[in-house]
Nanobody, 124 residues
């Protein structure tokens, strides 16, 4: 089992940047594929980005490609999401998730463990 704690959310103006971080504790972090999801008010939780166990393979939602970057540090048990050129539609609660299936899944149901989320608000 793994425990996940997100940090780094906040209020940012359109065009600005934020870096989210997820700290993991528990079973070997490097055995999990990691993902970031987000959920805006009244909407379903959606995939944002995912990274393989080694960190070599990454996948992004079309809506964030070229703006967001996911990375992991298996020595520090962390996975980060660098968010640039933020837009109002990026406003949501962002969740870190871990899955054991071994591939970078894009559906929330594929992930086994979740953090409590960190809110991101993009507004002027």
């Amino acid at each position: 089992q793994v425990q996940l704690v997100e940090s780094g959310g906040g209020l940012v103006q359109p065009g600005g940047s934020l870096r989210l971080s997820c700290a993991a504790s528990g079973r070997a972090f490097s055995s999990y594929v990691m993902g970031w999801f987000r959920q805006a008010p009244g909407k379903v939780r959606e995939f944002v980005a995912g990274v393989s166990r080694s960190g070599i393979i990454t996948q992004y939602a079309d809506s964030v490609k070229g703006r967001f970057t996911i990375s992991r540090d298996n020595a520090k048990n962390t996975v980060d999401l660098q968010m640039n050129s933020l837009k109002s539609e990026d406003t949501a609660v962002y969740y870190c998730a871990a899955e054991t299936a071994g591939f970078v899944a894009t559906t929330a149901a594929s992930y086994d463990y979740w953090g409590l989320g960190t809110p991101v608000t993009v507004s002027s």
